[in-house]
């Protein structure tokens, strides 16, 4: 009798590299993301930094502050004088009881330093960044101070008295604060407290930008930034002593404002356009 053969069954099994698998252990503890390091992921689609040799190029966009000098200030911790940050002179009538915080020194007849250094209330980076006027070592806190009072006093002083209900967008900048919010840099007159962002409620920018023109004597540049935008557009107003030519610009995205100038046009985008003379609110 013959013997019975042995049989060997074997599963049939595709044979493929193993890739793309999953691991379903985790190793390590996964670190939690901090708040700083979403906000610079962020970062990384703004606009901020537009090499051009020229003090004429502002952010394409702004920061969302609404401030009124009889609105609550709130400065975060950070934004005082630290080592290496001098602190700024305090005025004072010679009283030594009456010296204040540099910071609660008027600026015009109008606002405070603070109010002028405070900015979007609603973003957790502020509670973490230094706004303190020269905070940045190209930049002197004095001179800063000094620039912020020239503005107001011989530009938005005369503004509020028209616009009452004017609102403060932005004023002076770190290098830091101007990063975030999508500001230009090197060049940008933020940085040395020449300029103001601002708007007035229910009011279109293009009879603001027409009022200036024809009730400021003198400023270095008035920007009507962004017409297009709506309630979100605003006006960028500069003052820099003995450098006050009265340079008018133009900023917006949409083609039919420019052609309607039909200036030349500058900036990496080509959305900037000088020596414009009235802001036309019918092409919008």
Same mark, same amino acid.
């Given at each position: 009798?013959?013997?019975?053969?042995?049989?060997?069954?074997?599963?049939?099994?595709?044979k493929?590299?193993?890739?793309?698998?999953n691991?379903?252990i985790?190793?390590?503890?996964?670190?939690?993301?901090?708040?700083?390091?979403?906000?610079?992921e962020e970062l990384?689609?703004l606009?901020?930094y537009?090499v051009?040799?020229?003090?004429?190029?502002i952010e394409?966009?702004t920061d969302t502050q609404?401030?009124?000098?009889?609105?609550?200030?709130? $400065?975060?911790?950070?934004t005082?004088?630290?080592?290496?940050? @001098? *602190?700024l002179?305090a005025? !004072?009538?010679?009283?030594? &009881?009456?010296?204040?915080s540099?910071?609660?020194?008027?600026?015009?007849?109008y606002?405070?330093?603070k109010h002028?250094?405070?900015?979007?209330?609603?973003?957790?980076?502020?509670?973490?960044l230094n706004?303190?006027?020269?905070?940045n070592?190209?930049?002197?806190?004095?001179?800063?101070?000094?620039?912020?009072?020239?503005?107001?006093?011989?530009?938005?002083?005369?503004v509020i008295e028209?616009?009452?209900?004017?609102?403060?967008?932005?004023a002076?900048?770190?290098?830091?604060?101007?990063r975030?919010?999508g500001?230009s840099?090197?060049?940008?007159?933020?940085?040395s407290?020449?300029?103001?962002?601002f708007?007035?409620p229910?009011?279109h920018t293009?009879?603001?930008?027409?009022?200036?023109i024809?009730? $400021?004597?003198?400023w270095?540049?008035?920007?009507w930034?962004? @017409? *297009?935008r709506g309630?979100? !557009?605003?006006i960028?107003? &500069?003052y820099?002593?003995?450098?006050n030519?009265n340079?008018?610009t133009l900023?917006?995205?949409?083609?039919?404002?420019?052609?309607?100038?039909?200036?030349?046009?500058?900036?990496a985008?080509k959305?900037?356009?000088?020596?414009i003379?009235?802001?036309?609110?019918?092409?919008?």
């Amino acid at each position: 009798m013959a013997k019975k053969p042995n049989i060997i069954i074997e599963p049939q099994i595709e044979k493929q590299p193993f890739t793309n698998v999953n691991e379903d252990i985790v190793l390590n503890t996964p670190r939690r993301v901090t708040q700083k390091e979403i906000i610079k992921e962020e970062l990384k689609e703004l606009p901020w930094y537009t090499v051009e040799n020229t003090s004429l190029i502002i952010e394409r966009k702004t920061d969302t502050q609404r401030i009124k000098p009889t609105d609550e200030t709130i $400065l975060n911790m950070e934004t005082k004088p630290t080592e290496g940050v @001098p *602190e700024l002179y305090a005025l !004072s009538s010679g009283s030594i &009881s009456e010296i204040h915080s540099p910071l609660d020194q008027e600026i015009g007849k109008y606002y405070k330093l603070k109010h002028l250094v405070s900015y979007d209330y609603n973003n957790p980076y502020y509670y973490k960044l230094n706004n303190y006027p020269g905070v940045n070592k190209e930049y002197n806190g004095e001179q800063i101070v000094q620039n912020l009072k020239d503005l107001m006093e011989n530009c938005l002083d005369k503004v509020i008295e028209q616009y009452p209900n004017l609102i403060i967008l932005s004023a002076y900048r770190s290098i830091e604060l101007n990063r975030m919010v999508g500001g230009s840099h090197p060049f940008n007159t933020h940085l040395s407290g020449r300029a103001v962002d601002f708007k007035v409620p229910e009011e279109h920018t293009s009879y603001i930008f027409n009022w200036c023109i024809n009730n $400021l004597p003198k400023w270095n540049e008035l920007m009507w930034a962004y @017409p *297009e935008r709506g309630n979100k !557009s605003w006006i960028h107003l &500069s003052y820099k002593a003995g450098e006050n030519d009265n340079q008018t610009t133009l900023a917006s995205e949409r083609e039919n404002i420019h052609e309607y100038y039909k200036g030349e046009r500058r900036g990496a985008h080509k959305e900037y356009q000088d020596g414009i003379t009235e802001a036309i609110q019918n092409i919008v």
